[in-house]
């Protein structure tokens, strides 16, 4: 596969390292400080999050796109989408969305076309650690997270098949799912609220410090789910509507403090962080409106 991948932030970084180490034709975008920390490293630069040994993965880095790809595999944040979709316009391929979005797949397509769109959400994540990319090892848990893709229309497509057999043959757990619109509406009903209360509590493990903050965080989950009026996608999520509060309060607390909260992007205070909540917050505020 001739792959693009737009976005060397975290998850952008070890999409492409681990495409590449399958033998697929990766180039990975950047832009900036990152572009220049690729090249002066000759690659990306990955380490266990707990460990001292830094890998480096030779994956080739661009500028900006060629002319044509088998798959343009997108991920930077929300409010950077405008701009990605701007530069795709003229560059043939399907394009894959990896990242958040709540506002619907047909604002995705205004650009470069709705029948190029793909949906998903990456299923890995990790901390920037200077230019190093540190990440979580797979255990047994994380192995059964599969990464959920799928078509706007929740249609089983030959493209959507061949797209999840290629990243599972790369030792990408990918699953297809048939309601990813819904799938990243319900993400964000919980992602939001969850990123906003841990970047005023100044990180996870102070957040579970403060169960007030965590139980005051809950109810806003509660009321965007509440709000869709449907069950939601996926069903896990269901949990956070039925289960008792006292409950899921001490779960939340524990999650907060665990390692995959704490290496993950809950821990990215930055402004980037926060101009993708404000934008998704926006289109969850949209979306709601839209529904009622």
């Keep these: 596969m001739k792959l693009l991948v737009y976005g060397a932030g975290v998850c952008g970084s070890?999409?492409?390292a681990r495409m590449h180490e399958a033998g697929h034709d990766v180039s990975l975008l950047a832009r900036g400080e990152r572009l220049a920390a690729l090249r002066l490293h000759g690659g990306v630069l990955r380490a266990e999050a707990d460990g001292t040994a830094v890998e480096r993965v030779p994956v080739p880095v661009v500028e900006r796109p060629g002319d044509a790809y088998d798959l343009i595999a997108v991920l930077v944040r929300t409010h950077q989408?405008?701009?990605v979709r701007e530069s795709l316009a003229g560059v043939a391929g399907d394009v894959l969305f990896l990242l958040n979005w709540a506002a619907g797949a047909g604002e995705l397509g205004g650009t470069i076309g709705r029948e190029r769109v793909l949906l998903g959400f990456p299923a890995f994540g990790g901390t920037m650690d200077g230019d190093v990319v540190r990440h979580r090892r797979a255990d047994r848990i994380t192995r059964r997270v599969a990464m959920p893709v799928g078509e706007p229309d929740g249609r089983t497509t030959p493209r959507l098949e061949r797209i999840v057999e290629?990243?599972?043959a790369a030792g990408i757990g990918t699953r297809a799912e048939p309601r990813m619109d819904a799938w990243l509406r319900t993400h964000a009903d919980f992602e939001v609220p969850l990123g906003q209360a841990v970047h005023a509590a100044g990180?996870?493990?102070e957040?579970?410090?403060d169960p007030d903050a965590v139980r005051a965080m809950l109810h806003q989950v509660r009321r965007n789910l509440a709000a869709r009026g449907t069950a939601p996608v996926p069903r896990a999520f269901t949990a956070l509507r039925v289960l008792?509060?006292?409950l899921l309060v001490a779960l939340l607390r524990r999650f907060l403090r665990s390692p995959t909260a704490v290496h993950s992007g809950l821990s990215d205070r930055s402004?980037?962080?926060t101009a993708e909540l404000d934008r998704l917050a926006a289109q969850l505020r949209a979306t709601t409106d839209t529904s009622r």
């Design 14 to 16: 070890l999409f492409a």
């Design 244 to 246: 008792p509060q006292g």
């Design 271 to 273: 402004p980037a962080t």
């Design 81 to 83: 989408v405008d701009a």
């Design 207 to 209: 957040l579970a410090a």
């Design 203 to 205: 990180g996870p493990v």
């Design 166 to 168: 290629t990243f599972r």
